[in-house]
């Protein structure tokens, strides 16, 4: 299923025509690209750069005494990922 949602729309492409004709090397560059660069549907990064905007926006305007907004908050049909170790460790020192 996870690879589907990875391969949907590359090269404009079924997802069979792309699993016949992709190697699995080729795969992994996809995926490690769509993990740095985010979705390839020119919709979903339009709603990306505005959701970016909104956030900065809201950020710049807010009280001091207000928690800043994240991204997340602008993307209503996207989970925010988990937060990793690092950043843990970062926030609560």
Same mark, same amino acid.
């Given at each position: +299923?996870?690879?589907? #949602? %990875? +391969? ?6 079924? %997802? @069979? ?13 996809? #995926? @490690? ?8 549907? /020119? ?8 959701? +970016?905007?909104?956030?900065?926006? @809201?950020? @710049? ?14 993307? /209503?049909?996207?989970?925010? *990922? *988990? ?5 843990? +460790?970062?926030?609560?020192?």
């Amino acid at each position: +299923m996870w690879h589907e #949602l %990875v +391969m949907h729309g590359i090269g404009g492409r079924t %997802v @069979a025509e792309a699993q016949s004709r992709m190697s699995y090397t080729e795969f992994c560059r996809w #995926l @490690a690209y769509r993990r740095k660069r985010g979705s390839l549907h /020119p919709g979903l990064r339009a709603d990306r750069g505005a959701a +970016m905007l909104a956030t900065l926006y @809201a950020n @710049a305007h807010r009280k001091k005494s207000d928690t800043p907004l994240s991204l997340y908050t602008f993307l /209503p049909f996207e989970e925010e *990922p *988990p937060i990793t170790l690092e950043r843990a +460790m970062e926030l609560w020192h």
